[in-house]
């Protein structure tokens, strides 16, 4: 949380530094970037970072959850950097400019950065030791601020320097933690074996929820204008406060609710009453925020996106919503609920995209996105209740089907046997 915290706090000072030095146009297109390196870690990752947590093992340190992550990446890191190489000669064949290329190459930095700290952040909740990932993620956002302010001051408007920028904000801390301390790399190749079946599983909501979140940015410019996207994620950037510290705490309580779930003590109806009050409390608070501050801060050639806030803000809320629903299921090793949360959202809000934007520019983005995650929040409240039908009626944590909550399939030893 407090790592969220100190990102969200960042995030927000970058997102006016970067609007005010770039204008909606450059806005618009390092968003445009950023958004395909999110989208693009989901896949290196393939459900990995959200499996390690759950299938964590009692005998599971830090540094041997860090190598099990480095190991699970390889094959992804390897492709991505024949890519790289092998594209400057593609990409000269095909008549491409070199400004292009560059872009391509911080945005792979950007891609790289942003997949290693979402390693080391599963790494840290699977052995339930923080600090370190905690000292990682405020480094790096220190250093993103730090030179966001440099580029503002020297009137660099560079996309391509931009994206050098949040690629080694979050590369250069990540690589001094790891030189360090350095990873186990050997590890338990059952644990690993098991790691990568259930990401694999999970792969298909974890991608989907990218869709889900990174869809809209990525279509805007194509279907719209790059200015209609700096409009729309200058506000989005701010509404997205609401759900991110949420989804650090979801992500962090995975282990103890799988405990609970093992246990049958999972008060489902708490958690998901507790969810709705802090989304409503974020939500109203965020909203209400960048309502008094949007023109004061960003300045008045944003004066156009305030219609964007309520639509956007709201959104953001449900989705926030959702990531308890989606937790839960992960928690419970019911993959194919979790895939149904994030699919269902990921339909909805992309069709409602395709539709809307065209026609209404960024205005149509952020209702599809009201559609999507409002979709999302829904089947999360329902895969919830789904999941209490079993735990009410079967003793010892089983589902109707049989299935244990226990995902640890290697071993179901208790704590201490």
Request: aromatic fraction near 6%; glycine fraction near 10%.
């Amino acid at each position: 949380m407090a790592a969220q915290v100190a990102a969200a706090a960042a995030g927000l000072l970058v997102n006016v530094l970067a609007a005010r030095g770039m204008g909606p146009d450059g806005r618009g297109a390092l968003a445009f970037y950023l958004q395909l390196a999110y989208v693009l870690s989901a896949v290196l990752l393939a459900g990995t970072d959200r499996a390690l947590p759950a299938v964590r093992r009692n005998s599971f340190a830090l540094r041997a959850a860090e190598g099990q992550m480095l190991r699970l990446l390889g094959p992804g890191v390897a492709v991505t950097v024949f890519v790289l190489l092998l594209g400057p000669v593609v990409a000269g064949f095909a008549g491409a400019e070199m400004g292009g290329i560059l872009a391509a190459a911080a945005a792979a930095m950007a891609l790289w950065g942003n997949t290693v700290l979402l390693a080391l952040r599963a790494a840290a909740i699977a052995a339930e030791d923080t600090g370190r990932f905690l000292r990682v993620m405020v480094s790096g956002q220190a250093i993103l601020v730090v030179g966001a302010c440099g580029l503002l001051a020297l009137s660099i408007e560079s996309t391509t320097v931009w994206l050098c920028l949040y690629g080694g904000a979050l590369l250069l801390p990540a690589a001094v933690a790891l030189v360090l301390q350095r990873p186990d790399l050997h590890g338990n190749a059952a644990d690993r074996r098991t790691t990568r079946r259930l990401g694999l599983r999970l792969a298909p909501t974890v991608i989907a929820n990218m869709v889900m979140l990174r869809s809209d940015r990525l279509l805007l410019p194509v279907l719209a204008d790059p200015a209609q996207l700096g409009l729309y994620v200058v506000v989005a950037g701010v509404t997205e406060l609401i759900s991110w510290p949420i989804q650090s705490f979801v992500d962090g309580r995975v282990p103890l609710w799988r405990r609970a779930l093992d246990q049958g003590s999972l008060a489902t109806s708490r958690v998901l009453g507790g969810a709705a009050v802090a989304a409503v409390v974020a939500t109203v608070t965020v909203g209400h925020s960048i309502s008094w501050l949007l023109v004061p801060v960003f300045g008045t050639q944003y004066e156009s996106a305030r219609p964007l806030i309520w639509p956007l803000a709201i959104a953001s809320g449900l989705y926030a919503f959702s990531r308890f629903g989606a937790a839960i299921t992960v928690a419970a090793n019911r993959s194919s609920l979790a895939t149904a949360i994030d699919v269902t959202g990921m339909l909805v809000s992309a069709s409602a995209y395709v539709f809307l934007i065209p026609e209404h520019g960024a205005s149509g983005a952020a209702v599809g996105s009201l559609l999507g995650y409002g979709v999302a929040a829904v089947a999360s409240a329902g895969a919830v209740l789904r999941l209490s039908w079993p735990m009410s009626s079967h003793s010892g944590g089983a589902s109707a089907d049989g299935e244990s909550f226990n995902l640890d399939p290697i071993s179901s030893r208790k704590e201490g046997s």
